[in-house]
């Protein structure tokens, strides 16, 4: 056979084979493919309890952590026995413990089945108190004459044993132990009542009027409230510390009740609020004109042959005045861990010897009953605060009267 002829017939060939493979892959590919492994355990795991744990472990394992959630809520209404802990507690690290109260709260409600073996450690971290436990421990009182009372209040075990802590650091400090300040028994209050925020960069703010009754019946001017995670704050009555809470901070927000301001650069919505030309208190003058020393001399007592060190401070900055300390010494409404100064202690205790001028949370409770136009309950408030004194309640009561 001629050579020509062979080698056409090869290529010829060659042609055919692999028209022939094309043609099988084809085959292949349009015939339906079988379920996968993943396939088969996403159709069992949705009604068995085994394989939807497995899902939502391997969901946590890769790190797809909402999909892994509803999968470990999955496993639990299937009967998977630790599935519903694990859906807490994954909850708690995506949305924080407020928000998975919330929904536990609901599933107490809508589950019991699922929720009757729950711990009861996990509901006390959640703030989920049994109504037996809603007030505990006895009062705490300082050996000194009461001038002023605070009423501590919790919402999660967190907060309580911050407070244990803080009753510790108090005790064990020569200057707090021995300010005639007391407290109440400590509260204990349902976590989605109060309601406390958790934005860690932001002022923690409550649904205070979850407290109102507390206020109205309660032989107390101030709450001190240890809830929620975010900044610590005093307004109105009401000291606000985030359920963790060392000594430092919770001596620098008493020294607010007693009228002290702050020392560093506040923002310019505070400073607005804060800063009026004039205005004095116990720790900063705003200006430093010889008019204005010797008004703060007076209103707080100060000899006038005591040398005052003008500071500047930043308290101010953001609305261009400038703000004074009456000291150069370095202190707590600068810098939480610095020492209280002998001046700010004479300061201090000035102040709580007139406790009846600083304005009690009645007063303020009063306030937020007028704005709903409860006028009962603003009499009921404005006659509270005015039993501790307050001239700003007795004045109201007289002008309504």
């Given at each position: 056979?001629?050579?020509?002829?062979?080698?056409?017939?090869?290529?010829?060939?060659?042609?055919?084979?692999?028209?022939?493979?094309?043609?099988f892959?084809?085959?292949?590919?349009?015939?339906?493919?079988?379920?996968?492994?993943?396939?088969?355990?996403?159709?069992?795991?949705?009604?068995?309890?085994?394989?939807?744990?497995?899902?939502?472990?391997?969901?946590?394992?890769s790190?797809?952590l909402?999909?892994?959630?509803?999968?470990?809520?999955?496993?639990?209404?299937?009967?998977?026995?630790?599935?519903?802990?694990?859906?807490?507690?994954?909850?708690?690290?995506?949305?924080g413990?407020?928000?998975?109260?919330?929904?536990?709260?609901?599933?107490?409600?809508?589950?019991?089945?699922?929720?009757?073996?729950?711990?009861?450690?996990?509901?006390?971290?959640?703030?989920l108190?049994?109504?037996?436990?809603?007030?505990?421990?006895?009062?705490?009182?300082?050996?000194?004459d009461c001038?002023?009372?605070?009423?501590?209040?919790?919402?999660?075990?967190?907060?309580?044993?911050?407070?244990?802590?803080?009753?510790q650091?108090?005790?064990?400090?020569?200057?707090?132990?021995?300010?005639p300040?007391?407290?109440?028994?400590?509260?204990?209050?349902?976590?989605?009542?109060?309601?406390?925020?958790e934005?860690?960069?932001?002022?923690?703010?409550?649904?205070?009027?979850?407290?109102?009754?507390?206020?109205?019946?309660?032989?107390?001017?101030?709450?001190?409230?240890?809830?929620?995670?975010?900044?610590?704050?005093?307004n109105?009555?009401?000291?606000?510390?985030?359920?963790?809470?060392?000594?430092?901070?919770?001596?620098?927000e008493?020294?607010?009740?007693?009228?002290?301001?702050?020392?560093?650069?506040?923002?310019?919505?505070?400073?607005?609020?804060?800063?009026?030309?004039?205005?004095?208190?116990p720790?900063?003058?705003?200006?430093?004109?010889?008019?204005?020393?010797?008004?703060?001399q007076?209103?707080?007592?100060?000899?006038?042959?005591?040398?005052l060190?003008?500071?500047?401070?930043?308290?101010?900055?953001?609305?261009?005045?400038?703000?004074?300390?009456?000291?150069?010494?370095?202190?707590?409404?600068?810098?939480?861990?610095?020492?209280?100064?002998?001046?700010?202690?004479?300061?201090?205790?000035?102040?709580?010897?007139?406790?009846?001028?600083l304005?009690?949370?009645?007063?303020?409770?009063?306030?937020?009953?007028r704005q709903?136009?409860?006028?009962?309950?603003?009499?009921?408030?404005?006659?509270?605060?005015?039993?501790?004194?307050?001239?700003?309640?007795i004045?109201?009561?007289?002008?309504?009267?």
């Amino acid at each position: 056979m001629p050579k020509l002829i062979l080698t056409k017939l090869s290529q010829f060939l060659k042609k055919s084979r692999l028209a022939g493979f094309f043609v099988f892959l084809c085959l292949l590919g349009c015939q339906p493919s079988s379920p996968t492994t993943e396939q088969q355990l996403l159709a069992k795991a949705q009604t068995d309890a085994v394989a939807a744990r497995t899902v939502a472990q391997q969901r946590l394992a890769s790190n797809e952590l909402e999909a892994s959630l509803q999968w470990w809520r999955h496993a639990a209404k299937l009967g998977a026995s630790d599935a519903f802990l694990h859906a807490i507690q994954l909850q708690q690290r995506l949305e924080g413990p407020l928000a998975t109260a919330h929904w536990l709260q609901q599933q107490l409600v809508e589950q019991p089945h699922l929720t009757a073996e729950l711990p009861n450690s996990i509901l006390l971290e959640l703030g989920l108190w049994p109504e037996s436990s809603r007030r505990m421990s006895v009062a705490w009182q300082s050996p000194a004459d009461c001038r002023l009372t605070l009423q501590p209040v919790v919402t999660q075990a967190e907060g309580e044993r911050s407070w244990h802590s803080l009753q510790q650091a108090w005790q064990a400090d020569p200057q707090l132990a021995s300010l005639p300040v007391c407290f109440k028994p400590l509260l204990r209050i349902t976590s989605t009542a109060l309601n406390c925020s958790e934005v860690r960069a932001a002022r923690i703010h409550c649904d205070y009027q979850a407290l109102s009754d507390a206020v109205l019946a309660g032989d107390f001017q101030q709450l001190l409230v240890i809830a929620g995670r975010g900044v610590a704050s005093y307004n109105n009555g009401i000291v606000q510390l985030p359920a963790q809470a060392n000594l430092a901070l919770l001596r620098h927000e008493f020294l607010h009740i007693a009228g002290f301001l702050d020392e560093y650069a506040l923002s310019a919505l505070s400073a607005r609020a804060v800063c009026r030309a004039g205005r004095l208190a116990p720790n900063l003058l705003i200006g430093n004109s010889p008019e204005l020393v010797a008004r703060y001399q007076q209103q707080y007592g100060i000899d006038n042959r005591t040398d005052l060190a003008l500071t500047p401070v930043d308290t101010c900055r953001a609305v261009n005045m400038q703000a004074y300390r009456p000291i150069a010494a370095l202190n707590p409404m600068r810098h939480l861990e610095a020492p209280l100064p002998p001046f700010y202690w004479q300061l201090l205790q000035q102040q709580l010897a007139q406790s009846e001028q600083l304005m009690p949370v009645q007063y303020y409770f009063a306030f937020l009953a007028r704005q709903q136009q409860a006028w009962q309950h603003w009499q009921s408030y404005m006659q509270a605060a005015a039993a501790f004194g307050y001239p700003a309640a007795i004045a109201a009561l007289q002008v309504e009267g």
